[in-house]
């Protein structure tokens, strides 16, 4: 079982729908969690952090956490065509080295 | 402000040749890494370097070696190419401490045949 796991998808939401993209992770040490947005062929780029259970919340996006259940997720909001991308969760185990879920592959349609 | 680079963005080997991965960020960061990235594994950890002068093994070191060179500088060898060596592979650097964001390079789109 991996470290992180998310649902590969893809997920497909309609234009001005709410996203919700689901991340698990085994370690109950982690602290710190992080979403990173990739676009085909393009890097990764970090889009939310968090590290205290609860929402944290940055403009179209908010990022829960609970660490109890060991479950993180990304909520967008009025999902745009341009939100499609897929979608990496990242713990960080008591460490600086991010260790990374397979992804989340997002499909806004219009 | 480059951030990270990565050289070069693409790359065809034959199955045998080595080549070397080069990898420099420009934001003092103490901590590099390299990734491979498969359709459907996500990124996976080569190796890492938490400071200059160290480098320890991640998920997936087989066939690999690095080198850091200098704060700078962090390199990824491939000594013998195999076809099993197919992937994107993506340089990261970052600030030690926890919950630090890790900054990406463009990525080098490796076939080997």
């Known amino acids: 079982q991996k470290e992180v796991e998310q649902n590969s998808g893809p997920l497909s939401v309609p234009e001005g729908a709410i996203a919700s993209l689901n991340c698990t992770y085994s370690d109950r040490g982690s602290q710190s969690f992080f979403w990173y947005r990739q676009y085909s062929g393009k890097s990764p780029e970090l889009i939310m952090f968090i590290y205290s259970n609860g929402d944290k919340e940055d403009g179209r996006f908010t990022a829960q956490l609970n660490k109890a259940s060991q479950y993180v997720s990304l ?32 499909i806004v349609h219009p | ?45 080569i190796y890492y370097s938490a400071s200059e002068g160290t480098t320890d093994k991640g998920e997936v070191p087989n066939g690999y070696n690095v ?23 993506f340089c990261a650097s970052s600030q030690q401490g926890e919950g630090t964001e890790a900054f990406f390079g463009q990525g080098t789109r490796l076939t080997v045949v």
């Open chain 2, 1 to 45: 402000n480059a951030g990270v680079t990565q050289t070069p963005k693409f790359q065809v080997l034959k199955t045998g040749q080595s080549m070397t991965l080069q990898c420099a960020q420009d934001m003092n960061h103490n901590s590099m890494y390299w990734y491979r990235q498969d359709p459907g594994m996500g990124l996976r950890l």
């Open chain 1, 75 to 106: 909520l967008i909001r009025d999902s745009q065509p341009s939100d499609s991308a897929t979608y990496l969760c990242a713990v960080h185990r008591g460490s600086y080295i991010p260790t990374f879920g397979r992804g989340t592959s997002l």
């Open chain 2, 67 to 89: 080198s850091r060179l200098n704060k700078r500088e962090f390199s990824l060898r491939l000594e013998s190419a195999a076809p099993s060596q197919t992937s994107v592979y």
